[in-house]
């Protein structure tokens, strides 16, 4: 009697299973086996079956082919879904494939693949972008990486690593995206950055840049949260000192301690409560809250100054007041742009400007505040039609202006763990994140860009990473 492998065993006990009662006969005598051994095979392959019958697991209609295409697919996903290294990889490939692959081989495939990527995101149009944003993340050796993306359809444009990121290497960048790709956006937000202020007029002179929100506020609110952070440490200290003192035998240099302590305490407070209120008004004025560029900026001013009024030796605070002071009209330009935005938008759908500006202050209030009574009784002058026409059109028109670079920030996140996992980020591999950030589904979001990818809102083009790379998705 042949050796057979426990392959072979499992497949003879199911053709056994299958065969009729007067057949099982000629399956022993085809596999030169005795019928008692063929009815063995037959039982350990109906346990197997009963058992699998009483477990709640799906059974797989097919069995996957694993081939190279297979192999290549696993790889990308890996690399690019996971984060994963090239010898996490390599593990992952031999434990679930019994399949052994060298790293170095992996290496040429994510290069093969990123430069099929770079082939295609370079036929891309990005003559539909409007507004962008831009900056750069540093990797091992301080190599900068330059982003662009597009603030409407969450489409980057270019992640490109440099060895500097002076006005040149911006300006030239830009340039070639204009003339290869037909970049021409409207308008740039960005942080502060002498290379980016520079270098994008170079290429796009009428391009108007726009300053930044977000690390506006971000600067001055660190400053301010070392205020609070301080006031916080001063009662834990009390608190500690306290139980010190409750005991029969309380030091007097405790005690003294404690008092001097809690004569600063209300000091302390006052500020920290200040600078949180402060911080708070801040933030308010640099969102939409129903005023005009002419009444936020004195406003903001003011808010300048009373930080200033708080900070002590010990702060940065108003050196970057100061800052924030120099570069106001750049990061209030908003609002400049969603006035233009309202004059546009009324024109268009012949709706009197008049009746979006009070829309625009009425968003502002409560329904129940007195300003927002007035503003209603004020809106019964017009036709109903037009203002109920012009109340849809206002929430979308604020949310079309852009503030703030916060988009970009998340991309420079989203390449940090990258990053980390592999310390160092090729061009090839960058343009293989980018096509995979780009044609990644959105799943939450407005309803203009749920389920859909950044390069569908952008082209209208339906396909998938692993489509533009040529590799079908498994039958």
């Known amino acids: 009697m042949a050796m057979f492998k426990p392959i072979d065993r499992f497949v003879i006990g199911f053709e056994m299973y299958g065969s009729g009662k007067g057949f099982r006969s000629a399956v022993a005598k085809r596999h030169n086996i005795s019928r008692r051994y063929a009815y063995t095979l037959l039982h350990n392959a109906e346990r197997f079956i009963k058992k699998y019958k009483n477990t709640d697991i799906d059974p797989l209609s097919d069995v996957i082919s694993v081939d190279k295409l297979h192999i290549d697919r696993t790889i990308l996903s890996l690399a690019c879904s996971c984060h994963a290294s090239l010898e996490g990889i390599c593990e992952h490939i031999k434990t679930m494939y019994n399949y052994s692959i060298d790293p170095s081989t992996v290496s040429r495939k994510l290069s093969y693949y990123g430069k099929k990527a770079r082939d295609f995101l370079e036929t891309v149009d990005l003559s539909g972008i409007m507004t962008c944003a831009y900056d750069e993340v540093f990797q091992s050796g301080d190599l900068p990486i330059l982003a662009l993306i597009c603030l409407d359809t969450h489409y980057i444009a270019t992640m490109l690593c440099t060895e500097d990121r002076t006005a040149e290497t911006w300006a030239i960048l830009m340039l070639l995206l204009s003339e290869n790709q037909g970049l021409d956006f409207m308008y740039g937000i960005s942080d502060f950055g002498s290379g980016i202020l520079a270098g994008i007029p170079q290429a796009l002179p009428d391009a108007q840049m726009l300053g930044d929100v977000f690390h506006a506020i971000k600067e001055v609110g660190e400053q301010l949260q070392k205020i609070e952070n301080l006031a916080f440490k001063r009662l834990e200290s009390i608190a500690k000192l306290e139980m010190s003192v409750s005991g029969p035998r309380a030091r007097k ?14 000091d302390y407070l006052l500020r920290a409560d200040k600078a949180m209120t402060l911080l708070s008004w801040l933030k308010e004025m640099l969102a939409f809250p129903g005023y005009y560029l002419h009444e936020i900026k004195p ?42 935005n309202m004059l546009i938008l009324s024109e268009k759908n012949n709706i ?16 129940t505040s007195l300003v927002y009574r007035s503003i209603s009784r004020r809106l019964t002058r017009y036709d109903s039609d037009e203002v109920n026409k012009a109340r849809s059109l206002v929430s979308p028109l604020i949310k079309m202006t852009h503030r703030a670079s916060s988009m970009i920030e998340n991309t420079n996140s989203r390449i940090r763990k990258y990053v980390n996992a592999k310390h160092y980020l090729s061009n ?19 309803e203009i860009r749920t389920e859909k990818s950044p390069l569908e809102l952008l082209t209208g083009d339906k396909r998938d990473f692993f489509e533009i790379l040529g590799l079908k998705r498994p039958a």
């Open 352 to 367: 009197k400007p008049e009746i979006l500006s009070l829309l625009y202050r009425q968003s502002a209030e409560l329904n």
């Open 299 to 340: 406003l903001v001013l003011w808010i300048l100054d009373e930080m200033d009024s708080i900070d002590g030796k010990t702060y940065d605070l108003h050196a970057k007041t100061t800052f924030m002071r120099k570069r106001l009209d750049s990061v209030l330009e908003f609002h400049s742009l969603f006035a233009k």
């Open 253 to 266: 240099k405790t005690i003294e301690q404690l008092e001097s302590e809690r004569l600063v305490l209300d």
């Open 428 to 446: 090839d591999f960058l343009a293989l994140l980018q096509l995979y950030f780009n044609t990644k589904v959105i799943r939450r979001g407005d």
